[in-house]
């Protein structure tokens, strides 16, 4: 009675539990809703056309065999079996290792300053939507040009010699309306003020989604991440039905094996690969952390790689059967109108709509999938920040209260820092980020150390224990030489080849950037890269002991719980033995 009603009586400072899922089913939507993302919809599709249609599935699926799937499983089990962020599972795993989770986060904040600014533009369109008359259909508006073109009243194209300058309506309600783009980075120019008002109702959204931590997180992705595929399905069933449309999927899908020789081929598939799984960032690390420790995350994570990479495909056929309906109905080659990105989502696909019987409808239907997209991902990414730094001061974020408001302090830092990207300049800024401070080779740096320090440091054979321990399942011994060899020694060459590949960032095509801001981008760059061998020389540096027993103590803690230590040896005999034989 007396330590009941002590307990009352502290109320406020008591440390709340860290949580955990109420059901398996909401962390398969959690995840699935984070990893299948506006990347499946907007770069996919285009990425498989450009670099030889049924042929680039060849790259693609060599990636998802050797760094997606094993990279999936190691993240997944890493956070079932620590129970802790991406920051502080490597104490328990590698401390040496940590400044991977401290990169990681670096990048993912850096997503989370970025991706909520393509859902303000989605909802703006989306708002749009419900006009009489869609506003990118029509020249007649006040921002369009004398070399507007309206394709919704005749047959016209951007090609040929007599229309060189000519620009569509979706175009010029893209640049000069939603953006109002400058001539320049140097040219900041004011704020757009709808933009402002979108972002802040969308930063608001995505704080009553995670506010409550993973039990509101678990409620919402009920409807986040399976409403999207009922959109999916409906505008897939209508790209189809639309003229032109077979057209558009040969031209999707077409094989071109010649396309495999090129280096760049590969680059992107494994880009693409590293990026729609989420992998180096640490998401499925603190979704998986939320799990009960017997879940089976071996099969979880199998089946959650097929739905990502299968809805890759079957958004592919949405996307191309509307663009070849749009070729078909303007009389060009589909090279002409397929675009990947931004370009696709808000001037493509939005002039296509335009063309179609009931154009407000099927606008409505893309714009609102879009934002729901990009919706769980947002706030999964902000609930990954805000799990691995509430693990990391344990005693005083578990307060009851401490999570909203510093949840909040987040989002407001966030905004007040993004507020640039939504000037009339505010493009050119938010292109550097996309393109240095979120760029692939950064996750790819991550992903080397991270299987380094777990296939050799930690020991592969050690995590297939746990694994076995925790789920009853003995992993493929595949995943043993993908953890040594292959996922590290793939990770590495595409990240060397990206830098010798490089390319200086420009806009349309046409804008070069000053030196300043290319500058710029390479510090966001290599903000999150440094902090790996800088975590590892400051840990070394600030140990105590010989260099041998730093290194000892800094490579291979103890594990938390010596009953999981004799249950995990004793897993890993049968394996050793039956697989050598």
């Known amino acids: 009675m007396w330590r009941k009603a002590r307990s009352t009586k502290r109320g406020q400072n008591e440390v709340e539990e860290r949580g955990h899922w109420g059901n398996k089913v909401e962390f398969l939507l959690a995840v699935a809703g984070n990893i299948v993302g506006l990347g499946n919809v907007w770069r996919f599709p285009y990425l498989c ?17 050797t760094c997606g799937v094993p990279l999936f499983l190691l993240e997944t089990a890493v956070g079932q079996y620590t129970k802790e962020g991406w920051v502080t599972c490597w104490r328990k795993v590698c401390p040496l290792a940590e400044g991977i989770g401290y990169g990681g986060q670096l990048v993912l904040l850096y997503s989370c300053m970025t991706y909520i600014i393509i859902l303000s533009w989605a909802l703006f369109y989306l708002l749009f939507s419900f006009s009489s008359q869609l506003p990118w259909s029509t020249c007649d508006n006040y921002w369009n040009t004398a070399d507007c073109v309206d394709f919704t009243t005749s047959n016209h194209t951007l090609g040929g010699t007599n229309h060189t300058n000519r620009t569509s309506a979706a175009t010029e309600f ?4 939603v953006l109002n783009i400058s001539r320049g980075i140097e040219e900041i120019g004011s704020i757009r003020w709808e933009v402002l008002l979108c972002l802040i109702f969308m930063w608001i959204v995505c704080y009553f989604c995670i506010w409550k931590g993973v039990k ?24 189809l039905s639309l003229p032109g449309a077979k057209q558009g999927v040969v031209f999707y899908l077409l094989p071109e094996l010649s396309r495999l020789k090129d280096p760049q081929v590969w680059m992107e598939a494994g880009a693409q690969i590293f990026f729609s799984y989420s992998l180096g960032v640490g998401t499925l690390t603190v979704l998986g952390s939320y799990n009960t420790y017997n879940n ?47 370009g696709l989502a808000f001037i493509a696909y939005p002039q296509a709509v335009a063309m179609m019987p009931l154009p407000q409808l ?11 997209l990009g919706l769980d991902t947002q706030f999964v990414s902000m609930e990954v920040v805000m799990t691995s730094v509430t693990d990391m001061f344990p005693t005083v974020m578990r307060r009851a209260g401490r999570r909203e408001r510093f949840l909040l302090l987040f989002c407001l830092t966030c905004f007040f820092s993004q507020i640039i990207m939504i000037t009339d300049g505010g493009m050119y800024i938010f292109q550097v980020f996309d393109y240095y401070a979120c760029n692939g080779a950064c996750i790819l740096f991550l992903c080397v150390f991270e299987s380094l320090a777990v296939g050799w440091i930690f020991g592969a054979e ?37 830098l010798v590949e490089y390319q200086p960032l420009t806009f349309n095509r046409w804008y070069v950037y000053p030196t300043w801001a290319y500058v710029m981008g390479w510090v966001l760059a290599l903000s999150s890269i440094l902090l790996i061998p800088g975590w590892a020389l400051y840990k070394l540096g600030t140990s105590t002991g010989t260099l041998c027993q730093r290194l000892h103590r800094l490579c291979w803690p103890e594990l938390p719980d010596h009953s999981v230590t004799r249950k995990i040896e004793t897993a890993l005999q049968p394996i050793t033995e039956e697989d050598l034989e």
């Open 216 to 239: 509101s997180t678990g409620k919402v992705v009920y409807f986040t991440a399976t409403f999207p595929y009922v959109m999916l399905l409906i505008l897939l069933i209508r790209g």
């Open 362 to 372: 099927w606008s409505i239907c893309f714009f609102f999938m879009i934002l729901l």
């Open 462 to 498: 050690r995590l297939c224990g746990i694994i076995v321990d925790m789920t009853g399942e003995r992993a493929n011994p595949y995943f043993q030489i993908c953890w040594r060899y292959i996922t590290p020694i793939i990770s590495l060459g595409s990240f060397i080849c990206s």
């Open 174 to 177: 893209w640049e000069r309306r």
């Open 49 to 65: 056309y450009k670099n030889g249609g049924g042929a680039f599935l060849v790259p693609y699926l060599v990636f998802v065999v």
């Open 296 to 342: 089976n995350c071996y099969k979880d994570s199998l089946w959650l790689c097929l739905l990502n990479s299968g809805t890759s495909v079957v958004a592919g056929f949405a996307v191309f059967s509307v663009l070849g309906f749009m070729a078909h109905k303007q009389g060009v080659p589909i090279a002409e109108v397929a675009e990947s990105g931004p």
